[in-house]
């Protein structure tokens, strides 16, 4: 069966190098906030939905070279994003949450009719977690039916979408691995923010399990070197080599 991956930036996000991958340097990268939209016969699914209406900010208002935060508006939200390429938010019948950090999750309530996949472990750390930095109810706990799941989960039945547990950053962090027509990809989201964590084995100091961390990105480096290409969570380099809303090749 074909399946189309697409991608887009729905959003961007400014914090130092350090937050990403340790260390010292204090220097501000604007890194890109994805969201995939994977099409396959048998359904529609997207891989993370963004930021949603609570960070929205007025259209063309920028974040300052050396502002940290969220940089969002409407116009580039999952479902403007969607709108544009001519699918309708509706029509999506699953949504793969990497995990439940709102610029993650965020955009689900425009998504109102899809199931949510994620991992148990996911589910459980953000009820417990609800009120604090880094989980609101608001982004992920907004009505559409919940399947959670422990371990890899064949989306479709047939090996092309398949969800697996990359924990670390969070407890049930996971990702996607993604069979297209010219060989697998994997949709890292954060447990592999930039190039540079797996090509040096970075971990960051936002993981909330560094000895997990570690493990995932020494899997995913096994993966790369075995062909797989890795679509890194938050690169802003690698993300300008990635085509916006037209399918993936």
């Not at 010292?24 to 396959?40: F, G, K, V, W």
């Not at 965020?106 to 977690?129: C, F, H, K, M, Y």
């Amino acid at each position: 069966m074909s399946v189309k991956l697409r991608a887009f930036t729905c959003g961007w996000f400014q914090s130092p190098a350090s937050f990403f991958v340790g260390g010292e340097d204090r220097s501000i990268l604007r890194s890109p906030i994805p969201a995939y939209l994977i099409e396959h016969p048998k359904g529609l699914a997207l891989f993370d939905t963004g930021l949603g209406a609570r960070f929205l900010r007025p259209a063309g208002e920028r974040l300052a070279p050396d502002g940290v935060g969220f940089e969002f508006s409407e116009s580039v939200s999952v479902a403007a994003r969607l709108n544009a390429v001519g699918i309708d938010p509706d029509t999506i019948q699953w949504i793969i949450n990497s995990h439940f950090h709102s610029d993650h999750c965020g955009g689900n309530s425009w998504i109102p009719n899809a199931t949510i996949v994620i991992q148990n472990r996911e589910l459980v750390a953000a009820d417990a977690g609800a009120g604090s930095k880094l989980y609101s109810r608001a982004d992920f706990d907004v009505g559409q039916p919940v399947f959670a799941i422990d371990g890899e989960h064949d989306l479709f039945g047939d090996g092309t979408v398949v969800v697996f547990p990359t924990h670390g950053h969070t407890p049930g962090h996971q990702s996607a691995k993604i069979k297209l027509s010219d060989g697998e990809v994997v949709l890292a989201a954060d447990c592999c923010y930039l190039e540079r964590s797996l090509n040096e084995l970075l971990t960051s100091p936002s993981d909330v399990d560094a000895e997990e961390a570690m493990a995932t990105l020494k899997r995913l480096s096994a993966m790369r070197a075995r062909g797989t290409r890795i679509f890194f969570g938050h690169d802003g380099g690698f993300w300008k080599t990635v085509p916006q809303g037209s399918p993936i090749q």
